[in-house]
């Protein structure tokens, strides 16, 4: 029998229920997903992600935090094949804002439920999902998973998902802890945070109103949240095979923000307008590409969803019926309109962006050239004409005449 317990039911443990129950029988024998979180069953059971599988005999949720391994002996008694740790404060505003609540949970109740496992003697395989936020700023663009990369954290939840990857690693090396990190990349799908980039411009671009930009050429990597799932399902397969190891798990594409905005404004033939706003704290210069070249040789992954078409249309259903409440019929057609262009709706967005650069590059090399002609004339004056003085008339001079 296989038994996997998933620690958080947030965005990526949503979708990971769902692959492993989608096409199982009501009553397996062979296989029990456990689900521990520390919001309440009914959030769970209302979830568009998770409702349908709500009564399914092969789940049981546990309303446990992570900081709280303890409560769930009985069921390591029984067995527990492997772990995917996916528990964290994942949004960067929040976490900014409040910096020791998110290190509480994303740093010491980590560190609790390894310590958890060491004292248990757990054998099993725990995957830990990690962030390309780890990273921060980098140099060397695509990133690789190389120890020797000093990470330059952009905000406090890179800080702490660092810190994660560090527990479960330490573990594995000290107490031998059967440990894989997966670096994901930034994360897209149905049902992802409202408060991201391309469920903000899928929304604007929809209902009208101006694409709000904070800065645009910073860049991540978009990727899919199936491809995540592909990537767990595939180490679950190879299990001791790539313990210890991490590994990157992204779509392989960089996205720069101002070409994404306009990509999908292009995708979704919206009017909206760009506003452009200023960076955000950490934001500027930061580009964030990751290196998947080891995934596929180690694990055999591929990302199989790409943004454009399939996946923007996934996230723009969503949006637009959930969020907008558009009717069935509209969101129905809505795929049809961001399918039926055969070119890629970033391909020609960058063409359009070359030509904008280009003419950008015109203009400021017009300018340059009219800045140095005025410096010139300003070091090098031209001589000044003399001008000849008026001429002033002749007078004879008259002498007096002789007295008589």
């Not at 199936?226 to 990537?231: S, V």
């Not at 905005?261 to 950490?282: H, M, N, Q, T, V």
């Amino acid at each position: 029998m296989k038994r996997f317990l998933l620690v958080g039911c947030g965005f990526v443990g949503g979708y990971f229920v769902r692959r492993m129950l989608m096409n199982r029988p009501q009553e397996d024998p062979e296989f029990k997903l456990i689900v521990m979180d520390s919001l309440r069953k009914a959030v769970f059971d209302k979830s568009p992600l998770t409702h349908d599988f709500r009564d399914n005999p092969n789940l049981e949720y546990r309303w446990i935090s992570a900081g709280d391994p303890w409560r769930l002996i009985d069921d390591f008694a029984q067995g527990i094949d492997a772990i995917i740790y996916t528990a964290a404060i994942a949004d960067v505003p929040f976490a900014e804002k409040n910096p020791v609540a998110t290190m509480m949970t994303n740093c010491v109740n980590t560190l609790t439920f390894f310590e958890f496992l060491r004292t248990i003697n757990y054998q099993g395989l725990t995957i830990l999902l990690s962030s390309e936020s780890s990273y921060g700023h980098q140099s060397k663009i695509p990133i690789k998973e190389d120890e020797a990369v000093i990470p330059e954290f952009a905000n406090v939840y890179g800080m702490t998902k660092f810190t994660q990857e560090a527990i479960a690693r330490t573990y594995h090396k000290a107490y031998g802890l059967r440990t894989v990190v997966l670096r994901s990349a930034t994360l897209y799908g149905a049902g992802s945070r409202p408060d991201q980039a391309i469920p903000i411009f899928v929304k604007q671009c929809l209902s009208g109103t101006p694409i709000t930009l904070h800065g645009g050429r910073q860049s991540r990597d978009m990727n899919s949240v199936e491809n995540m799932i592909d990537a767990i399902t595939l180490v679950l397969e190879k299990g001791n095979d790539v313990v210890g190891e991490v590994f990157n798990i992204a779509s392989g594409t960089e996205y720069f923000f101002d070409e994404l905005a306009k990509a999908i404004k292009y995708a979704l033939k919206s009017d909206s307008l760009i506003e452009i706003k200023p960076y955000r704290a950490g934001e500027s210069g930061l580009r964030v590409a990751l290196d998947i070249s080891k995934a596929r040789k180690k694990l055999g992954y591929e990302p199989k969803v790409q943004l454009f078409p399939d996946g923007l249309a996934d996230v723009a259903e969503y949006v637009a019926f959930y969020d907008l409440m558009w009717s069935k019929e509209e969101v129905a057609r809505l795929r049809g309109v961001i399918g039926r262009d055969p070119k890629m709706a970033a391909q020609l967005m960058r063409e359009e962006m070359a030509k904008e650069e280009k003419v950008e590059e015109e203009k400021n090399f017009l300018i340059q050239q009219a800045i140095k002609s005025k410096v010139a004339a300003q070091q090098f004056p031209p001589k000044p004409v003399e001008e000849e003085p008026p001429k002033q008339e002749e007078k004879t001079q008259e002498f007096p005449p002789k007295p008589e």
